[in-house]
Nanobody
């Protein structure tokens, strides 16, 4: 398995930006497609973005498309989530995850390793 540690969360005003990072250690990072998910209080965990092993393919949830961008740097064993034009409804705990197989997915069930999460709070 791969170990994941998120950072970069915080409190920001609506319209602001944050960049989340997820550092991976353990087995070979570029063997894993990666994803970001989030969970707001009282809500289920939801998909935010995913990226293929090489970084050549990405997918973003409709709610964040055009505002958020997932990327990765395999040399640094790190995946990023650039979040712009933040809205109060983006508030939640953000988790990065590594895929169980080599295929990029938007389904949380297909991710086997999870970080501890980082809190993002957007004030209105």
């Amino acid at each position: 398995q791969v170990q994941l540690v998120e950072s970069g969360g915080g409190l920001v005003q609506a319209g602001g930006s944050l960049r989340l990072s997820c550092a991976a250690s353990g087995r070979t990072f570029n063997n894993y497609p990666m994803g970001w998910f989030r969970q707001a209080p009282g809500h289920e965990r939801e998909f935010v973005a995913a990226i293929s092993r090489s970084g050549g393919s990405t997918s973003h949830a409709n709610s964040v498309r055009g505002r958020f961008t997932i990327s990765r740097d395999n040399a640094k064993n790190t995946v990023y989530l650039q979040m712009n034009s933040l809205k109060p409804e983006d508030t939640g705990v953000y988790y990065c995850a590594a895929g169980r197989t080599g295929v990029m997915s938007t389904n949380a069930a297909n991710f086997g390793s999870w970080g501890q999460g980082t809190q993002v709070t957007v004030s209105s």
